[in-house]
């Protein structure tokens, strides 16, 4: 059984180290997922990147991109989506 721990002003509901799916949309386009790779990998050790998977939208016009990370803190999340959320290519983050 997970137990929650205080981060900040709230609990947290995941225990770390933790394997997570980090989810990017973007237009679809050849460097898409080599962007996405590239903003996760500063975050994480090569070892932690333990998958991706890539899936177009249906009229094509959209990517997205799923990369399976095993995450070793909050703080290394929160920083893996501030850099996809700052990205001009990344229209969504999950």
């Known amino acids: 059984m997970t137990e929650a721990k205080e981060h900040g002003d709230h609990k947290e509901v995941l225990s770390f ?6 989810k990017a949309v973007g237009h679809r386009s050849a460097r898409f997922e080599a962007i996405v790779h590239q903003l996760v990998s500063r975050h994480i050790a090569p ?3 333990l998958a991706t998977t ?5 009229g094509g016009k959209y990517v997205a991109v ?4 095993q995450a070793s803190s909050r703080d290394q ?3 893996i989506y501030h850099a996809l959320t700052d990205c001009q290519d990344v229209l969504i983050a999950l």
């Open 54 to 58: 890539r899936r177009e939208s249906r």
């Open 47 to 49: 070892e932690d990147l």
């Open 77 to 79: 999340l929160d920083a």
């Open 66 to 69: 799923t990369v399976t990370i």
């Open 17 to 22: 180290p933790c394997r997570i799916d980090v």
